[in-house]
């Protein structure tokens, strides 16, 4: 799915942005108690940006919130999620 954005694009397929959300969901569930909420307030829409970080670099999807804010998630971390509840 991360293939099918430029980066700076939003996720404007519904499909792939239901997906995201429920990525994302499952994410927060797992980090209920010891983690950040990427949903926070709210999901506005999802976009493909650059993450940089000491020494490197990798695209990704942001969370943008209902209240303005904006994070990365990793979709590999979620899609362990997703599969850790589903066994």
């Known amino acids: ?15 792939d942005h239901d997906d ?3 990525l994302v969901t499952a ?6 108690e010891d983690g950040e909420s990427k949903c926070g307030s709210g999901i506005t829409k999802f976009s493909r940006e650059r993450n940089f970080d000491e020494g490197w670099s990798s695209d990704g999807f942001h969370v943008h919130r209902t209240d303005g804010t904006s994070i990365d998630f990793s979709y590999i971390k979620a899609i362990r999620c997703v599969s850790n509840e589903n066994k």
Not at 1 to 15: C, H, I, Q
Not at 27 to 32: E, F, G, N, T, V
């Open 20 to 22: 995201l959300v429920a």
């Open 27 to 32: 994410y927060d569930r797992s980090l209920a």
């Open 1 to 15: 799915m991360l293939a099918r954005y430029e980066t700076g694009a939003v996720v404007d397929d519904p499909d």
